[in-house]
């Protein structure tokens, strides 16, 4: 469950979680994303998920090996780069901290996945698809007002 409606004006959600709209969002470094593509299983048709990559994924084949990533409703964040090659590979992804700690991560993860994880957001490619939401500034002052600390990483690229 979304922690806001994360549908707006001329936006469609399918049944995977892919929200179908206009453009990407207004991303800045420090926003934060959540996940509306959901994680399912099947055949090759039905199967959707969002990858994780160790650096920008139009730098190279950087998914992380049979690693599918998490689930709808997973933020992410604070973004600490942003990688825009709409222009030419057709996506918008985001370098995050891993949405957990690295001791949580089953021991053949943790020498694998570093701190810092790139995910795609949003794609032009087959019309335009957001596979994650920026979650709005209200709700992360409300999160900050209780609390809430900040995870910023020393990112290391290959």
């Known amino acids: 469950m979304p922690l806001w ?90 370098a995050v901290p891993l949405p957990w700690k690295r001791q949580d991560l089953e021991s053949r993860w943790q020498e694998v996945i570093p701190e810092v994880i790139w995910i795609n957001v949003y794609t032009n490619r087959g019309g335009d698809h957001h596979y994650c939401r920026k979650v709005p500034v209200p709700v992360v002052q409300e999160w900050e007002r209780q609390g809430w600390q900040h995870t910023w990483c020393q990112m290391v690229l290959p």
Request: proline share 7%.
């Open 5 to 94: 409606s994360p549908l707006g004006d001329g936006l469609s959600q399918y049944k995977n979680g892919i929200v179908r709209g206009e453009g990407p969002e207004d991303l800045q470094v420090g926003d934060y994303v959540e996940q509306v593509i959901r994680k399912q299983h099947g055949n090759k048709r039905a199967r959707t998920s969002l990858p994780w990559y160790v650096c920008p994924p139009s730098a190279s084949k950087s998914r992380l090996d049979r690693f599918e990533g998490m689930d709808a409703g997973t933020v992410y964040g604070p973004i600490h780069a942003i990688d825009d090659t709409l222009g030419s590979m057709g996506l918008v992804s985001v």
